[in-house]
């Protein structure tokens, strides 16, 4: 198996994820399940996304490393896994 070598730290990783500009203006922001997890883990996004009042939707319909994440700043329905 190969090495996997962590360019940047989680937490900027996760600033990242909330600079961009769908997530600023509240659009949806998609990653992928297994680029979370080696980037800062699941359990950390959650609650930055918690943190932030943001919402989050896991497609797939159960935790795979092909399952996508979407973030939403402005969903009020949305379900926050």
């Not at 198996?1 to 360019?7: D, L, P």
């Not at 699941?42 to 943001?54: D, F, H, I, P």
Request: with cysteine.
């Amino acid at each position: 198996m190969a090495n996997v070598f962590r360019t940047v730290s989680p937490e900027l990783w996760m600033q990242q994820i909330f600079d961009v500009k769908s997530a600023r203006q509240g659009g949806v922001v998609r990653r992928k399940l297994r680029d979370v997890e080696r980037n800062a883990g699941l359990a950390r996004l959650q609650n930055e996304v918690r943190r932030r009042g943001y919402h989050a939707v896991l497609n797939g319909g159960r935790l795979s490393s092909s399952a996508i994440i979407n973030l939403f700043a402005c969903c009020a329905d949305a379900k926050v896994f």
